[in-house]
């Protein structure tokens, strides 16, 4: 949503060129403080500061043109700071997070503060939270009602949740890596993971990638515990006739 009013146009992709966010009205007006997030299927579910929680879905209109057919949910209470400030979905489950409170259609519970919620994956009863030194799994019908992973202090990655497992990453020297495939958490520690490093994870097919966004080295967690660094200085830009100029990769000649 625009932070400055809280309104959401949502589009196919195929539509977002004619996008005019100053002419066309919003498809949802959520007000300060609200947020929305896309789930797997391709919904958009929403949650208002006040509580007030929307799902949003793409139709086909009359005239052959894309519509959006916007429905309440449920009330859950409100944002106890007035702003969500980061929301996931886990399947059609809407999980939102003001900072210090972690919301569920379950009800609410206290989260340490700068916790960062799970990636946006496919259906499941727990949703994973990282902490500083923690992964959590919060049962979305009774938030109270979590596991708990230590680990190493420092910066966490956004968790992600591939088929039935469960990934953690940090920025820390030690134990700073957590899979849970649903036999218990295990922790381990991947070589070279200094508290300077901005680990996010890639997903594409089932394969888990842990990639330092500053130094763009990559860890594949999967295999084994050891940092790579790919030659991206053999990586140069072409320029491609088919998107007005805009430069695009293409592995250099040896």
Do not use: H
């Not at 503060?113 to 030194?133: F, H, I, S, Y």
């Not at 923690?134 to 591939?162: F, H, I, M, Y």
């Amino acid at each position: 949503p625009d932070p400055r009013s809280g309104n959401a146009w949502i589009r196919p992709l195929g539509n977002l060129a004619s996008l005019r966010v100053d002419e066309d009205d919003p498809d949802l007006e959520l007000g300060l403080g609200g947020a929305a997030m896309v789930d797997v299927s391709g919904d958009v579910r929403a949650l208002k500061a006040d509580g007030e929680e929307l799902l949003a879905t793409l139709t086909d209109g009359e005239d052959g043109e894309s519509a959006v057919e916007v429905e309440t949910v449920r009330t859950r209470d409100a944002a106890p700071s007035g702003a969500w400030q980061q929301v996931t979905t886990v399947g059609d489950e809407l999980i939102a997070y003001d900072g210090s409170v972690l919301s569920t259609s379950g009800g609410q519970e206290t989260l340490a503060p700068r916790a960062v919620l799970q990636r946006p994956g496919a259906e499941a009863d727990r949703v994973a939270v990282a902490t500083g030194n923690e992964l959590l799994q919060v049962d979305l019908a009774n938030p109270g009602n979590s596991t708990k992973t230590a680990v190493g202090q420092g910066t966490a990655a956004a968790p992600v949740r591939v088929g039935a497992c469960v990934f953690g990453a940090w920025a820390a020297e030690k134990e700073n890596y957590v899979a849970d495939c649903g036999e218990g958490a295990e922790v381990s520690t991947l070589d070279a993971m200094d508290p300077l490093v901005e680990p996010v994870f890639r997903v594409n097919r089932g394969r888990v990638v842990l990639n330092d966004i500053k130094s763009g080295d990559v860890w594949m967690p999967l295999d084994d515990a050891e940092r790579l660094s790919p030659p991206w200085d053999a990586i140069e830009d072409v320029e491609d006739p088919a998107t007005d100029d805009a430069p695009i990769a293409t592995p250099a000649t040896p």
